[in-house]
């Protein structure tokens, strides 16, 4: 079946501007992430979706970022007034949710490629 | 303290050789899992292995299987028959029981298979 789909797969803007990254999980998959990762790191955690809800959106680092899931699938991360810091990869995954969620294992899409001038 | 601490930035194997890539945890969740990424170039996390603190036995998955040491917090992924197709970055990650929402990245292993 088909993975997780994030578009655009490259974002060049300008600092200042506002951007909107697009995730389409895998069907039937009620969990949704994003994270972010810069070069030479790991993804870090950004916020966490279950169903339509906002469920941790403990690493959203500022005001500036927002994320919407408005029907429980696809889910938009927006950024406002862009920052050349806010270059990164933006990952999205997602994941079906088991009880436990030690065994929860994610799935990633291929990743949105930011760049701020 | 780091969630997950992967020492070895880069890595070299000969092809058809087998390689061990390093990766060490700190929890004090009694319930937890590891779990092992590999991300190519074009950028996709890839899952490979799972481990979770409970089991009893080693994981494997084809030529990926898990070193689990508990009682010493580490979870080295082997690769073993390396093939060119491995040269990738490998992440090791870590979801708690308890605060289960997001997965805890190390910084990556780059591993390179020589021909």
């Known amino acids: 079946g088909a993975g997780v789909s994030q578009t655009p797969s490259n974002k060049v803007t300008e600092k200042g501007k506002y951007v909107e990254l697009r995730c389409d999980p895998i069907?039937?998959?009620?969990?949704l992430y994003w994270y972010r990762q810069s070069l030479g790191q790991g993804p870090e955690f950004l916020i966490y979706f279950q169903g339509t809800g906002a469920a941790d959106d403990s690493g959203l680092p500022n005001d500036r970022f927002f994320a919407v899931r408005p029907e429980g699938s696809v889910s938009t991360l927006k950024i406002q007034r862009t920052e050349r810091g806010d270059s990164a990869v933006y990952l999205c995954a997602s994941s079906l949710r088991h009880r436990d969620p030690s065994t929860d294992t994610q799935y990633f899409g291929p990743g949105t490629r930011l760049t701020v001038l | 303290a780091q969630k997950i601490t992967q020492t070895q930035p880069g890595m070299f194997v000969q092809e058809k050789e087998a390689v061990t890539l390093d990766c060490t945890y700190d929890?004090?969740?009694?319930?937890?899992?590891l779990f092992w990424y590999k991300q190519p170039s074009s950028g996709e996390m890839i899952f490979l292995i799972y481990?979770?603190?409970?089991?009893?036995q080693n994981a494997t998955e084809g030529r990926y299987s898990l070193n689990f040491q508990k009682a010493r917090k580490s979870a080295n992924l082997v690769i073993s028959a390396s093939q060119l197709g491995d040269s990738a970055m490998y992440f090791c990650?870590?979801?708690?029981?308890?605060?289960?929402?997001?997965?805890?990245f190390g910084t990556g292993t780059s591993l390179t298979v020589i021909p």
């Open positions: 069907s039937g998959h009620t969990a």
């Open positions: 990650a870590m979801r708690e029981a308890n605060t289960g929402n997001q997965f805890y």
């Open positions: 481990q979770g603190s409970y089991d009893q």
């Open positions: 929890t004090s969740d009694p319930s937890y899992g």
